[in-house]
Structure formats: C-alpha cells, structure tokens
C-alpha cells in the first residue's frame, strides 16, 4: 500500500517562503514521477509541480515558475516543494502525488491528504 504523507503547510505572509515535504511508503518510489497538486476553497484541484523519477526534468504552472522549486531525494523516499515569494493567490490545500510511471506524462494514481498553506496580504 502507498502511502504520501504531506507536511510543512502554515499560515505566512505575502512574500514569505515555506517548504512543503511528502514522505512516502513503498520501496519503489524512485520509479515513479512525482508531483505537487493544489485546490483552492471553490476552485478545481490544478497542477502545480512534478519531476521524473530520478530528477532530471521539471515541469512548473506559468503561475509558479520562477518562484517554485520541487525537487526529491529518492534515498529518503520524500519529494519537497519550495515556495519563494509567497502571493495570497496560492493560498490552497496542497497536495503531493505520485504518477503511475517514470514521466509525468500520465495522471497520479495515488495522492496524499493535503496540507493547507495560508498566505495573507
């Protein structure tokens, strides 16, 4: 059974920096591609960040890029978020998910719980 466990969400402020973690289970975690979702209250989950099962490929939302940094440590089995330039408008419930192969090129099949980040203006 996989399990993603999201962690490092908070409340900050407009311009502020968080880094979000997910821990995950399974011995084969550096075979898969992972990535980062968010939801928004009243809006659809969107993507957000994902990377390829050894870190050599990104891939970034226009609304992120240059701010966000996802990256993994596949011998910790975790994959983290770095958020620089927090804007109220990514305020959300984040999500870690992990892609049913190698390369981001398919949808995740399975997701973690969620962690809330709050940015106030």
């Known amino acids: 059974q996989v399990q993603l466990v999201e962690s490092g969400g908070g409340l900050v402020q407009s311009g502020d920096s968080l880094r979000l973690s997910c821990a995950t289970s399974g011995r084969t975690f550096s075979g898969y591609a992972m990535g980062w979702f968010r939801q928004a209250p009243g809006k659809e989950r969107e993507f957000v960040a994902a990377?390829?099962?050894?870190?050599?490929?990104?891939n970034y939302a226009d609304s992120v890029k240059g701010r966000f940094t996802i990256s993994r440590d596949n011998a910790k089995n975790t994959v983290d978020l770095r958020m620089n330039s927090l804007k109220p408008e990514d305020t959300a419930v984040y999500y870690c998910a992990r892609y049913s192969s190698l390369y981001y090129n398919s949808d995740p099949t399975y997701w973690g719980q969620g962690t809330q980040v709050t940015v106030s203006s």
């Open positions: 990377i390829t099962w050894n870190g050599d490929m990104t």
